[in-house]
T-cell receptor
Framework: DAGITQSPRHKVTETGTPVTLRCHQTENHRYMYWYRQDPGHGLRLIHYSYGVKDTDKGEVSDGYSVSRSKTEDFLLTLESATSSQTSVYFC???????????FGPGTRLTVT | LAKTTQPISMDSYEGQEVNITCSHNNIATNDYITWYQQFPSQGPRFIIQGYKTKVTNEVASLFIPADRKSSTLSLPRVSLSDTAVYYCLVGVRNGGSQGNLIFGKGTKLSVKP
C-alpha cells in the first residue's frame, strides 16, 4: 500500500475556530485529493491538487481551502469551523500513470 | 459527468457469489469503470477497473456489456470479511485534473454465516 498518513486522526474543536488537517504521502504521487464522508452521502470531493501549488475545487469546496507547497503534503483548512463540517475526512493520492487512488486512514472531526 | 446508480444494500451468505450492478447511462467514451471497497473506519481501497468486456483479478471480476451503460462487479464465494461498502465510479483513467471521480453512496454488502 502507498504510504499515506493523515494527522490528526481525531479532533474536536469549537465552532468558529480554524482547523488544519494534514495529509502526507511518501510515494511522490502527483495528484492528491481531500474528501469528506457523511452518513447517507458516500464520499464527496472537497478539493484536489494536480501538482505543487496547483489546486482546484471539488463538489463541496465552500468553507474549505487547501495548500500544497510540497509534493508530499496536502493541507486542508477550515477557516472557521461550523457544525456542518463535522465529518470524516479522507485524503488520497494518485500517481501520474496510475489509475488507482490510495486513501489515508481518515480524520474524524467533530465541531461543537 | 457520468453519475452512477447502484443498490443501497445487499445481503448474502458465505460461499455464495455476489453480483453488484451499477448503472451509468451517461458514460463517456474516455471513461473507465472502477470499483472500490471500504471497510468501517478505513479509507476506500481499489478493487478493479475496466473499460469493456470482462476484467478479472485475484479479488473480483468486472463485466461490462458492449453499450457500457452498466457494469457488474462479481465477488466469487464471499466470506464474512467481504462485508463492506462497494463503490462504483466512472471517470477518466488518469489522475485528477478533471476532479470528476464521484463516489456515490455505494452498496453496503452484508455477508452472513
Amino acid at each position: 500500500d502507498a504510504g499515506i498518513t493523515q494527522s490528526p486522526r481525531h479532533k474536536v474543536t469549537e465552532t468558529g475556530t480554524p482547523v488544519t488537517l494534514r495529509c502526507h504521502q511518501t510515494e511522490n504521487h502527483r495528484y492528491m485529493y481531500w474528501y469528506r464522508q457523511d452518513p447517507g452521502h458516500g464520499l464527496r470531493l472537497i478539493h484536489y491538487s494536480y501538482g505543487v501549488k496547483d489546486t482546484d475545487k471539488g463538489e463541496v469546496s465552500d468553507g474549505y481551502s487547501v495548500s500544497r507547497s510540497k509534493t508530499e503534503d496536502f493541507l486542508l483548512t477550515l477557516e472557521s469551523a461550523t457544525s456542518s463540517q463535522t465529518s470524516v475526512y479522507f485524503c488520497a493520492s494518485q500517481g501520474v500513470l496510475s489509475y488507482e487512488q490510495y486513501f489515508g486512514p481518515g480524520t474524524r472531526l467533530t465541531v461543537t | 459527468l457520468a453519475k452512477t446508480t447502484q443498490p443501497i444494500s445487499m445481503d448474502s451468505y458465505e460461499g455464495q457469489e455476489v453480483n453488484i450492478t451499477c448503472s451509468h447511462n451517461n458514460i463517456a467514451t474516455n471513461d473507465y469503470i472502477t470499483w472500490y471497497q471500504q471497510f468501517p473506519s478505513q479509507g476506500p481501497r481499489f478493487i478493479i477497473q475496466g473499460y469493456k468486456t470482462k476484467v478479472t483479478n485475484e479479488v473480483a471480476s468486472l463485466f461490462i456489456p458492449a453499450d457500457r451503460k452498466s457494469s457488474t462487479l462479481s465477488l466469487p464465494r464471499v466470506s464474512l470479511s467481504d462485508t463492506a461498502v462497494y463503490y462504483c465510479l466512472v471517470g477518466v483513467r488518469n489522475g485528477g485534473s478533471q476532479g470528476n471521480l464521484i463516489f456515490g453512496k455505494g452498496t453496503k454488502l452484508s455477508v452472513k454465516p
